[in-house]
């Protein structure tokens, strides 16, 4: 049981390129999660997903876009790469119950650099 | 949506002190709310949570207070051990499933 794995671990941009960052997770957990952190500061919520074909914006969503085919995978995709973009990202998962909120599992987290 | 503030942003004790750190939230709905531990370069790791049902709870060295009126809850750490030492993050959710986070706090265990 592997948990949350993202790839890739760091990565260096250029202003305007694009790139995918993988997730996946094996806990057959419902709900996945994109943040982004950025030095010194708390976790920002970028997209998430409640189940397969099911996608919304978080706090942050511009710049970025997702897509959950499976109930494995939660793929972020940037498009157009900028400086403010430079952050470590973060996959997350957590289960589906009834009643008041789940624990989120992380990844280990991808560190992105825009030049 | 859901604010959250968290205090302080950085805390030195030394070595078996006590550390607390306190979070405010501002929606009322809220019902979940995690704390999280990140080492340096590491991931967020859960460390322990509490729901809007049980006003403290304690695993060991680690407790946490809630007091829902106030919308305020708070981390505490006892006999504070230099491993101790990392960013200590607090999250408040609810039926939705998404967590917002707090900004940090860096906690430094002086030997």
């Known amino acids: 049981n592997a948990g949350v794995t993202q790839t890739p671990k760091f990565r260096i941009l250029k202003i305007g390129q694009s790139m995918t960052l993988q997730c996946t997770q094996d806990?057959?957990?419902?709900?996945m999660y994109w943040y982004r952190q950025d030095p010194g500061m708390g976790l920002k919520l970028i997209y998430y997903?409640?189940?397969?074909?099911?996608?919304d914006k978080g706090e942050v969503p511009n710049g970025y876009n997702v897509s959950r085919s499976t109930t494995e995978d939660f793929p972020l995709r940037l498009e157009l790469a900028a400086p403010s973009q430079t952050s470590v990202y973060f996959c997350?998962?957590?289960?589906?119950?009834?009643?008041?909120?789940?624990?989120?599992?992380f990844g280990e987290g991808s560190w992105l650099t825009v030049v | 949506g859901e604010n959250v503030e968290q205090h302080p942003s950085t805390l030195s004790v030394q070595e078996g002190d006590s550390a607390v750190i306190k979070c405010t939230y501002s929606?009322?709905?809220?019902?979940?709310f995690p704390w999280y531990k990140q080492e340096l370069g590491k991931r967020p790791q859960l460390i322990i949570d509490?729901?809007?049902?049980?006003g403290e709870k304690k695993d060991q060295r680690i407790a946490v207070t809630l007091n829902k009126t106030a919308k305020h809850f708070s981390l505490h750490i006892t006999e504070t051990q230099p491993e101790d030492s990392a960013v200590y993050f607090c999250?408040?959710?609810?039926?939705?499933?998404?967590?917002?986070f707090g900004k940090g706090t860096l906690l430094t265990v002086n030997p």
């Open positions: 929606d009322s709905a809220s019902n979940y």
């Open positions: 509490i729901r809007s049902n049980v």
């Open positions: 999250a408040a959710g609810g039926s939705n499933y998404k967590l917002t």
């Open positions: 806990m057959n957990h419902n709900y």
């Open positions: 997350a998962s957590s289960a589906t119950s009834r009643g008041s909120g789940n624990t989120i599992y």
């Open positions: 997903s409640v189940g397969a074909g099911i996608t």
